[in-house]
């Protein structure tokens, strides 16, 4: 058989330029933009517009909303029954339900005396109040350091249980699924659940456990979390110690101020934060009780209630004090739980949500479309695909137009409107955006494994709290560093 030259087998055009290996990549990307590349890119601008123009419509919705609540709406108190429960001579401490606290726990040496100090200085009587530390911790020497510290507070007569189990199963949800189990809590008729880092203040109970009381549908009262100014500083609220946390609180705080908010006052239902929140210990039994199958073991609880016909009541003027991640790596992984549980819950339910009878169908519109669709997984997608990867490629491609409402004015109105909860970090939008769009490939990819239930979507890898331990280091660099400067400032 006659050899066959290779010529036959490439252009003339790609022969003139065989040894310029740039020229042939130009003259490839020639030959497929026109056909290939051109309507990708474009069908790529179209569906990234219609995910924004969800994202965009969602957030003036709740825009809306929160202004007709701030101005027009009741307060909780207001719009639900509330009658503050007494101290009675006679009647002593009977009156008051039996409330029980539980605080989970994983390797917690910088906050455990602060959270555990903080649950026993609530003002409720104390023949009214079970306390129970879930330590799952690892390490024997904090182990030993909480056991210590329960010993303390139950010699002054405080009726706390330092609780353990033989193994981690079910990570946060398994402990306090073992917890309600216990005989002694048996008695109990609602159940605070702090995280280690979350201090409430003393009266904390007393505002919140009456809507409770008063209103038998009501299962969940939910406290706003605070990171910022407006406490005691003794008191650890790191939203100031670094440009991170600052970014943090700005999309927290529009969490708290805004979605929460409107959830509450709309359809009486969001997502349980996981802490600073009170349940009616009958509503998780009559849900299923706590499950370990995702990561938002808190969401998870949420929707099972909600589907059940149970309200949920957010009080955002109940706040409390809390710790946000100050390293980069305890904040990624936080994130990762926070992306791909939504997610995985998202498959696992979405057809339990269409299928249930007992709650109405604008509210099943409002769980499916607006809270976990747009809010959990359109969110994330779209800010990475549009912002990091079709508005770039559209330079390359200049065929490909994006029209300037939706490469400029959709993204500046939701990035002002999200800047609402903030209005001091106002002036750090810039560095928010880019904070956003460096994390945006991270939650994505975190929201497919959640959706695919790929290898990690139930990774559980516990935030770091630092509690002091920053403030301290640093205290301790400078003393040493100027050591007479220091004995000054004392």
Known sequence: MAQISPKLLIPESFQVSRDDITGQMGLIWELIKAPLIVPLLQLGVYICLLMSLMLFMERVYMG????????????????YKFEPIQDDVELGSSNFPVVLVQIPMFNEK??????????????????????????????????????????RWASKGINITYQIRENRTGYKAGALKEGLKRSYVKHCEYVAI???????????????????????????????????????????????????????????????????????????????????????IAAINEAGGWKDRTTVEDMDLAVRASLRGWKFV??????????????????????????CGPANLFRKMVWEIIQNKKVKFWKKVYVIYSFFFVRKIIAHMVTFSFYCVVLPLTILVPEVEVPIWGAVYIPSVITILNSVG??????????????????????????????????????????????????????DAAKNKNPTKAIRKL
């Open 110 to 151: 910088e906050v455990y005396k602060i959270s555990i100090g903080a649950a026993c200085g609530l003002s409720w009587p104390s023949d009214r109040l079970v306390i129970q530390v879930l330590d799952d911790s690892t390490d024997p020497a904090i182990k030993l350091m909480v056991e210590q510290e329960c010993q």
């Open 194 to 280: 702090l995280d280690a880092d979350f201090r409430p203040e003393p009266d904390f109970l007393r505002r919140s456990i009456p809507l409770l009381v008063n209103n038998p549908d009501i299962a969940l009262v939910q406290a706003r979390w605070r990171f910022g100014l407006g406490f005691s500083a003794l008191l650890i609220m790191n939203a100031d110690e670094c440009l991170l946390t600052r970014m943090q609180e700005m999309s927290l705080d529009y969490h708290f101020t805004v979605e929460q908010e409107v959830g509450s006052a709309t359809h009486a239902f969001f997502g349980f934060n996981g802490t600073a929140g009170i349940w009616r």
């Open 314 to 339: 957010y009080l955002g003027d109940l706040q409390v004090k809390s710790e946000l991640p100050s390293t980069f790596k305890a904040f990624r992984f936080q994130q990762h739980r926070w992306s």
């Open 422 to 475: 903030t209005p001091r970090s106002i002036h750090l939008l810039f560095y928010w955006i880019l904070f956003e769009n460096v994390m945006s490939l991270h939650r994505t990819k975190a929201t497919f494994i959640g959706l695919l239930e790929a290898g990690r979507a139930n990774e559980w890898v516990v935030t770091e709290k630092l509690g002091d331990a920053v403030k301290k280091a640093a205290a």
């Open 64 to 79: 809306i909303v929160i202004i007709l609540v701030k101005l027009f709406w009741k307060k909780p108190e207001k719009r």
